[in-house]
């Protein structure tokens, strides 16, 4: 794949993109307090999908609309479903960072599947950048035994499903808008979730707080599966996917202004080191790249 543009635009897409989910997170685990999590995530994809209608509308893509069944469009939305099913039910029962930490090996996934199915080059420098923006995660969210249970079994098949998802995104033409691939995740993720809704949850009516809540989160999700899908075509995988661990930082923002859960000082350590290790990657692929002088 040519990536003529700018290859950091990527980078700012994944940041944008984990800004987006986290706002959206946010937003639906204030909800999940009053509602089961399947219904949350079904009033959350009718918004999504009610925003996905407009924007397709607005920029005049209905015309390709028929792509949305294209084979790779597919399965890389089924395998966002099953993503999003493993993750509301972990964030509606672990604190926000805890979950977000946990799902921190999606770059180490990704990253080693683009080398061996995309035959892009992983060097040892990035792998070890990687693994420390890993730990930097970890510090920050500090995960205790009560990591091993069910909640974070199911925050770690979210990220090794997120990391497939990503992969089989890479796949998806060219000539497919991003606007329609995230229209399809939303109401692919949209009947999953009513589906399961109604096998497992009774029924509870929503309140107006709820209606608002999700209907922002809804808009914000949108926005996450345009930017993260775009941010895999903007740049080198090895260039956009350790900025993936900007939703440790974002998930830490989010726990003090909203959830009122501040950091401690191994919390801080692991932001500055998260932060460095991006930092890191994308100078140390500038120097490699850069061509030699003539003689």
């Known amino acids: 794949m040519s990536y003529s543009i700018h290859p950091y635009r990527g980078a700012l897409f994944m940041v944008c993109a984990t800004g ?17 999590p399947y219904e949350v995530l079904s009033l959350r994809g009718i918004s999504a999908t009610i925003c996905g209608m407009f924007l397709l509308t607005v920029l005049r893509q209905w015309c390709v609309a028929r792509r949305i069944s294209d084979r790779w469009v597919l399965i890389r939305n089924v395998i966002e479903l099953a993503a999003v099913l493993c993750y509301i039910v972990a964030l509606a029962n672990m604190p ?16 080693i599947g683009a080398a061996s199915f995309f035959h892009e080059r992983l060097h040892g420098m990035s792998i070890l950048l990687i693994v420390l923006g890993f730990v930097g995660a970890l510090m920050v969210a500090q995960p205790t035994r009560q990591g091993l249970s069910l ?29 329609l691939v995230a229209f399809g995740a939303s109401v692919l993720v949209l009947i999953g979730a009513f589906v399961m809704h109604l096998l497992f949850e009774e029924t509870v009516a929503p309140s107006m707080s709820h209606v608002l809540l999700l209907t922002a989160s809804g808009m914000f999700l949108f926005a996450g599966h345009y930017l993260l899908f775009t941010a895999y075509r903007l740049g080198p995988t090895a260039i956009v996917a350790p900025y993936y661990y900007f939703f440790t930082l974002w998930a830490l923002l989010a726990g003090a202004f909203v959830f009122r859960t501040l950091p401690n000082l191994m919390a801080v ?22 061509p030699a002088p003539a003689p």
């Open 20 to 36: 987006s989910y986290i706002f959206s997170d946010t937003f639906m685990k204030l909800a999940t307090a009053g509602l089961p």
């Open 96 to 111: 926000i960072a805890n979950v977000v930490a946990l799902t921190q090996i999606t770059p180490l996934i990704v990253l």
């Open 151 to 179: 909640f974070a079994l199911l925050a770690l098949g979210n990220a090794i499903f997120g990391a497939i998802r990503d992969l089989a995104g890479r796949r998806v033409s060219t000539q497919v808008p991003g606007i």
């Open 269 to 290: 350590a692991g932001m500055v080191l998260v932060i460095a290790s991006g930092v890191a990657i994308v100078v140390f692929d500038r120097i490699r790249t850069r």
